[in-house]
Nanobody, 119 residues
């Protein structure tokens, strides 16, 4: 059974940093694209960053470019989202997800972790 478990969320002041982790288990993720998403209250889900499992391809949503970085540690089967220069508008529940390279939709989702940025 595939499991994605996020951790690392919390409360931080504006301008601060957090690193989110997504531990993946249940299969070999070499053919999977990993993504980080968020949903703020009253807003639609946003795609923040995606990365092929081998790390060859990354992509970022414009509002987080230069502030957020997606990385992975294959030995630990873990994907990270380093978030710097956080803003109150970054407050949301953050999710990681996985999809096969050949598919357009994400099949597996974590439970989410809350990030709250105070002004």
């Amino acid at each position: 059974q595939v499991q994605l478990v996020e951790s690392g969320g919390g409360l931080v002041q504006a301008g601060g940093s957090l690193r989110l982790s997504c531990a993946a288990s249940g299969r070999t993720f070499s053919s999977y694209v990993m993504g980080w998403f968020r949903r703020a209250p009253g807003k639609e889900r946003e795609t923040l960053a995606t990365m092929s499992w081998e790390g060859y391809m990354t992509d970022y949503e414009d509002s987080v470019k230069g502030r957020f970085t997606i990385t992975r540690d294959n030995a630990k089967n873990t994907v990270y989202l380093q978030m710097n220069s956080l803003k109150p508008e970054d407050t949301a529940v953050y999710y990681c997800a996985a999809r096969l390279v050949s598919k357009g939709t994400y099949d597996y989702w974590g439970q989410g972790t809350q990030v709250t940025v105070s002004s």
